[in-house]
C-alpha cells in the first residue's frame, strides 16, 4: 500500500517570501502521478500542481514549483512570491499510474497548514 | 475537468438521525469516491461507488452506517446513519479526471456538526 507522508504541520512565511513543503512517499509501484492540492477555508479542494513520475523535468505552475526527487520519493512543493491568498491547507496526494477508469482513488498525507503573513 | 455540484453545503443534525449527501456530475463517470475529512485531518476514503453495483467500503467503514446509492453515471448519495457527535465532519465526493494527469475533482464538501 501507498503512504504519503507530510511532515510539517504548520508553517508561515511573509507576504512575497518563499516556502517550501515538504512530502514523501512510498510506494513500490514506478508509474504514478503525485499531486499537491490546496484547500482554503472554503473547503473546496483545489488542484496545485501535478507531476507524472516517468517525466524527470519539475512542474511549474506560475508561482508553484516542485521538486521531484524520485529515488528519494520526495515532492517538494515551493510557492515563491507568497501572496494571502495562498493561505490554505496543502495536501500531497499519490496516484497509481494504470487509474484512469478511476479504480484506485487518491491516496493524502496528512496536510500542512500554511499561513502567509501580511 | 469535471465540475461536481454538493448538497447540503453544511448541517446541523440531531443525534440517532440520518442525513444523506448528494453529488451531481456533469458528465458521466464510471467512479465516485466518498471522503471524510474530521476536524483538521486528512481525507480517508470511505468508499468507492461504482454505477450498477454495490460500494467498496474502506476498512473501518460499514454499509449500514454509510449506505450509498449510485442510480446512474452522474450522480450518487451518501447517507450518515444513526448519527453522533463523532460523526461531525467534512464529507466530500470526487471523480477521477478523464486524464490522470487532470487530477481529480472534489465536491465543495458538506460541513456536517451532530448535537
Known amino acids: 500500500a501507498q503512504t504519503v507522508t507530510q511532515s510539517q504541520p504548520e508553517m508561515s512565511v511573509q507576504e512575497a517570501e518563499t516556502v517550501t513543503l515538504s512530502c514523501t512517499y512510498d510506494?513500490?509501484?514506478?508509474?504514478?502521478?503525485l499531486f499537491w492540492y490546496k484547500q482554503p477555508p472554503s473547503r473546496q479542494m483545489i488542484l496545485v500542481i501535478r507531476q507524472e513520475a516517468y517525466k524527470q523535468q519539475n512542474a511549474t505552475e506560475n508561482r508553484f514549483s516542485v521538486n521531484f526527487q524520485k529515488a528519494a520519493k520526495s515532492f517538494s512543493l515551493k510557492i515563491s512570491d507568497s501572496q494571502l491568498g495562498d493561505t490554505a491547507m496543502y495536501f500531497c496526494?499519490?496516484?497509481?499510474?494504470?487509474?484512469?477508469?478511476?479504480?484506485?482513488?487518491?491516496?493524502f498525507g496528512k496536510g500542512t497548514r500554511l499561513s502567509v503573513i501580511a | 475537468s469535471a465540475v461536481i455540484s454538493q448538497k447540503p453545503s453544511r448541517d446541523i443534525c440531531q443525534r440517532g438521525t440520518s442525513l444523506t449527501i448528494q453529488c451531481q456530475v456533469d458528465?458521466?463517470?464510471?467512479?465516485m469516491f466518498w471522503y471524510r475529512q474530521q476536524p483538521g485531518q486528512s481525507l480517508t476514503l470511505i468508499a468507492t461507488?461504482?454505477?450498477?453495483?454495490?460500494?467498496?467500503?474502506e476498512s473501518g467503514f460499514v454499509i449500514d452506517k454509510f449506505p450509498i446509492s449510485r442510480p446512474n453515471l452522474t450522480f450518487s448519495t451518501l447517507t450518515v446513519s444513526n448519527m453522533s457527535p463523532e460523526d461531525s465532519s467534512i464529507y466530500l465526493c470526487?471523480?477521477?479526471?478523464?486524464?490522470?494527469?487532470?487530477?481529480?475533482?472534489f465536491g465543495s464538501g458538506t460541513r456536517l456538526t451532530v448535537v
Open positions: 510506494t513500490s509501484e514506478n508509474n504514478y502521478y
Open positions: 470526487s471523480v477521477a479526471p478523464a486524464r490522470a494527469d487532470y487530477g481529480y475533482t
Open positions: 496526494a499519490f496516484m497509481k499510474q494504470g487509474s484512469l477508469s478511476g479504480n484506485t482513488p487518491l491516496v
Open positions: 461507488a461504482n454505477q450498477g453495483s454495490e460500494a467498496t467500503y
Open positions: 458528465s458521466q463517470v464510471t467512479m
